[in-house]
């Protein structure tokens, strides 16, 4: 059996997430390519290997620098059949998930996206999806002989192998007529950590008062090396840009730890945070739903607590 | 211009979740459904447009005859006709499926970015993929100049300007418009309004749902005092092991 996995990147960075599709799909057994497209440094391209893929494809091309649904679905189907892959498996993310899907209904692969556990494959090839914003689970059988698999963050554990992946230039046909959307400009803050892919998620709501609080969340997840995050109706009201967002129709975190502060804990802010292994909650009001769903928590004022809270994490370094 | 717009029925983004028969059905006792939150905005875009520009809109749902009163809401927020397919909805590549079969002369077709029960996040590309047209997710802003659509794609940590043609598909999400609220005229015209069923297309099944299952239940919060963070720092790092 054969895997080939989709290594996504930004400016120039292998995303954590494509390295725990490497670990899922070495978790699989048989063998490991993976495949990464646009101006990436070898360097990069090498640490595949150490997570367990033994061959990188990479398709240099300077045109899939940027990413395009419908042209970067073409060159996985093209590397799929050079390698005879059995499965194509990536992160979930806003790119990886709908390529993956294209990718599915062009060669009639099972897909299952949101995937959270390997497979039973005792009897058939039964995937664990996380389902209803991370309120259930579902287990489904894929039964078509091929198989798209998109990984929910943070579910494979990212392992180093200390492997080495030999790197082959791959030279797919692309297709002009694929580009039809063109990017006219870009908004970024690409130096912050994403929100996304963080390990620690330091996350702010209205009991911050306004975005002039935001300096002291801010220390905290330097401190952490968090990224930062916050509830609807902060983004709505402007105080943070709406790609921190967390919640039932924002970010979907997953995170190793998830800070929140100032957060009520209503029921659509529990569906994007309740993947997260541990939950801390500061809230001056012991009755917030949020400690329902906590493992600590502490009643407080959080422009007492929270300054209080860096300065121990910087003593305890 | 003809637009569809593709709406999910779904449980309340405030329901509790439960299965029963063995855990292979979903408990739709006491849940109430509603048109998908990212639908919603997608519906309220395409009046807008509809308003702005002179567009039709027609309303698409793959779903058994209890999905009728959420597509009588589409109706009543503004959407001109709809067309139900008669099937329960079980995974994105079939819903994807029959949409397409109804999507074809339709200029821009507009769905949610992801639905909230089954979190696909899929039935957008795979509609567009059916249909050769560009698809993007998740678009925040949509305005049409002629045949041209420029767009705002969020991005991880950012957005994304893009500029494409008619026709393509689009799953949306917030802010492209403001969630509407249907008013006493709209559920009064909803009656009469079209409302197409249509058999599902068959097809072979590419994946099997054998059962669901809810997490396991939260162990009890640690409380710790306000005068004591240290404590929760000691707790983080050899307790819960995350920092
Ligand atoms: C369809 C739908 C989708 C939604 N999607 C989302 C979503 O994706 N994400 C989301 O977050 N919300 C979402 N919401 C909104 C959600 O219901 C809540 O309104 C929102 O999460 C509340 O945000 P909050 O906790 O910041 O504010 P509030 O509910 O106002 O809570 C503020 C909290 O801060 C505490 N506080 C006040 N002062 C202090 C202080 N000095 N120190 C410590 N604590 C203090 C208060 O005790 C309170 O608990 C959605 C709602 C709907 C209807
Ligand atoms: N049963 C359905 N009927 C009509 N549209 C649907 C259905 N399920 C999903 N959709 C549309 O497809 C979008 C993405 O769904 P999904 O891929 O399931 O996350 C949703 O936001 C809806 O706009």
Redesign the interface.
């Known amino acids: 059996m054969t895997s080939l996995v989709f290594l996504e990147s930004?400016d120039g960075k292998i995303k954590k997430s494509s390295l725990e599709a490497v670990c899922y799909a070495r978790g699989l057994g048989g063998s490991v390519v993976a495949i990464a497209l646009g101006s990436i440094p070898s360097s990069e391209l090498e640490s595949a290997g150490k997570y367990g893929a033994t061959k990188v494809l990479h398709a240099a091309d300077k045109k899939l620098d940027h990413p395009v649904?419908?042209v970067f679905?073409s060159v996985l189907i093209q590397a799929i059949q050079q390698e005879n892959a059995d499965i194509l498996i990536m992160a979930?993310?806003?790119?990886g998930?709908?390529?993956?899907?294209?990718v599915?209904?062009?060669i009639?692969?099972?897909?299952?996206?949101?995937v959270v556990d390997l497979p039973n494959t005792s009897s058939g090839f039964?995937v664990?999806r996380?389902?209803?914003?991370?309120?259930?689970?579902?287990?489904?059988?894929?039964?078509?002989p091929k198989k798209v698999i998109a990984l929910k963050k943070n579910a494979a554990e990212l392992k180093e192998t200390g492997g080495n992946a030999t790197i082959i230039a791959f030279s797919p046909t692309l297709n002009d007529a694929d580009f039809?959307?063109?990017?006219?400009?870009?908004?970024?803050?690409?130096t912050?950590i994403?929100?996304?892919?963080a390990n620690?998620v330091v996350s702010g709501g209205r009991g911050l008062k306004g975005p002039e609080n935001w300096g002291m969340l801010e220390a905290l997840a330097k401190t952490?090396h968090a990224a930062t995050g916050c509830s609807k109706p902060v983004s709505d009201m402007g105080w943070r840009p709406?790609?921190e967002h967390v919640g039932?129709?924002g970010i979907k975190v997953a995170p190793?730890?998830y800070i929140a502060i100032g957060i009520s804990g209503a029921?659509?802010h529990l569906?994007g945070v309740?993947s997260s292994?541990?939950i801390?909650?500061i809230n001056k009001d012991p009755d917030a739903p949020f400690?329902?769903?906590?493992?600590?928590?502490?009643?407080?004022?959080a422009f007492?607590?929270v300054p209080?809270?860096t300065a121990?994490?910087q003593a305890?370094k | 211009m003809k637009i569809l717009v593709c709406i999910s029925h779904v449980p309340d983004t405030t329901s509790r979740i439960n299965f029963i028969d063995n855990n292979t059905k979903f408990d739709s006792n006491g849940v109430q459904f509603i048109i998908g939150p990212y639908d919603d905005y997608a519906l309220a875009r395409a009046i807008e447009l509809k308003e702005s520009l002179g567009a039709s809109v027609t309303v698409i749902n793959v779903g058994l005859a209890e999905t009728e009163p959420t597509i009588r809401k589409a109706l009543a927020i503004g959407a001109d006709d709809a067309i139900r397919v008669n099937a329960e909805p079980l995974d994105s590549f079939f819903v994807a499926t029959q949409i397409a079969e109804h999507a074809k002369g339709f200029d821009l077709i507009l769905m949610g970015r992801e639905s909230i029960d089954f979190n696909g996040g899929v039935v957008h590309a795979m509609v567009g993929e059916m249909l050769g047209i560009p698809s993007l997710s998740p678009v925040m802003k949509l305005d049409i100049e002629g045949t041209h659509v420029k767009m705002a794609q969020e991005i991880e940590g950012g957005k994304e300007y893009v500029d494409a043609s008619l026709p393509l598909v689009a799953g949306c999400q917030e802010p492209i418009a403001e969630w509407k609220i249907p008013n006493m005229r709209g559920i009064m015209s909803a009656r009469t309004k079209p409302l197409k069923v249509v058999e599902p297309k068959s097809l072979d099944k590419l994946q099997i749902l054998k059962k669901f299952e809810l997490p396991a239940p939260k162990v009890a919060v640690k409380m710790i005092s306000a005068d004591n963070v240290g404590e929760l720092v000691t707790l983080l790092k050899t307790e819960a092991k995350v920092i």
């Open positions: 930004a649904i419908q679905a979930n993310s806003a790119l998930t709908p390529v993956a899907a294209k599915a209904v062009k009639g692969a099972s897909f299952a996206s949101n039964i664990k996380s389902i209803y914003t991370g309120k259930a689970f579902s287990y489904v059988e894929l039964t078509a039809t959307t063109k990017v006219i400009s870009t908004e970024k803050a690409s912050e994403s929100l996304p892919e620690i952490l709406h790609h039932q129709t190793q730890l029921i659509q569906a309740n292994k541990c801390v909650v400690f329902k769903a906590a493992d600590y928590g502490i009643v407080g004022d007492e607590v209080k809270l121990a994490l305890s």
